[in-house]
């Protein structure tokens, strides 16, 4: 495990662990080292930090933003936690192989496969998550469900967060099952127990349940 990692986590843990009163539960099913990708919902910008917290004994390799590299500072911690950038939903071939090699090396990959915050929105999941698992397929494949981190922020409110790691019911990647169905089955599964919510403070929070709303409004006039 990378020093900078090792740092980035021991800053980030009394925050996680105190303030955020975080609750772990399934932690048992996390492969001490077998290849293993993770599948996420991501409401809240922490959601990184706090998988990253929850795991405690394994380094988690997640699949980030490529814009995050944008800034140098930001960019030089990334690298030096072995994070991968990705250029959301256009099917970076690039990032998926270094994703792979990672995998065939043994890591533990953290993917959030609606690609964004949800802001609270119904978003649909994208297949790199599948991909991986169907490209490695010793790989263990793993649902996590995080609830609470919107609510780090929310001072004074004291939040209380859960990170939930479980086995999908329906099994691991079968053969011949796609890599955009491997995603859906296990996000479906992960979102039954999480459903999106509104990150934000205040008035920006506000602006997130309206467009939210709005968006839900929208789809179901079609």
């Known amino acids: 495990m990378p020093l900078t990692y090792r740092a980035v986590m021991a800053v980030s843990t009394p925050i996680v662990r105190w303030w955020g009163r975080l609750d772990v539960v399934g932690l048992e099913l996390l492969p001490d080292s077998r ?9 809240s910008a922490w959601d990184p930090i706090v998988v990253g917290v929850a795991a405690r004994r394994r380094q988690i390799r997640a699949l980030a933003k490529s814009s995050l590299w944008n800034s140098k500072p930001m960019a030089w911690v990334l690298d030096r936690m072995g994070q991968v950038p ?13 994703a792979i090699d990672h995998l065939h090396g043994g890591s533990c990959l953290g993917v959030f496969p609606e690609g964004t915050v949800s802001r609270g929105r119904t978003l649909r999941f994208l297949s790199g998550a599948g991909r991986l698992a169907t490209a490695v397929p010793e ?30 019911e329906g099994g691991q990647p079968r053969a011949g099952e796609s890599a955009i169905a491997v995603t859906n089955r296990v996000m479906a599964e992960v979102r039954a ?14 602006e997130f ?4 709303q709005a968006e839900s409004d929208l789809a179901g006039t079609r």
């Not at 256009?90 to 998926?96: F, P, Q, S």
């Not at 995080?146 to 479980?166: K, L, N, Q």
């Not at 349940?209 to 939210?212: I, M, N, S, T, V």
């Open 139 to 168: 790989a263990c494949v793993l649902g996590v469900r995080i609830t609470g981190a919107v609510d780090i922020i929310r001072f004074p409110y004291r939040p209380r967060v859960r990170v939930e790691f479980f086995a999908p």
């Open 86 to 98: 990705i250029e959301r939903g256009r099917g970076d071939i690039a990032a998926l192989r270094v």
């Open 35 to 43: 290849p293993t990708v993770l599948m996420v919902n991501h409401d």
């Open 209 to 212: 349940e309206r467009a939210a």
């Open 193 to 206: 127990g999480a459903p999106p919510a509104v990150p934000g403070r205040g008035k920006k929070r506000a």
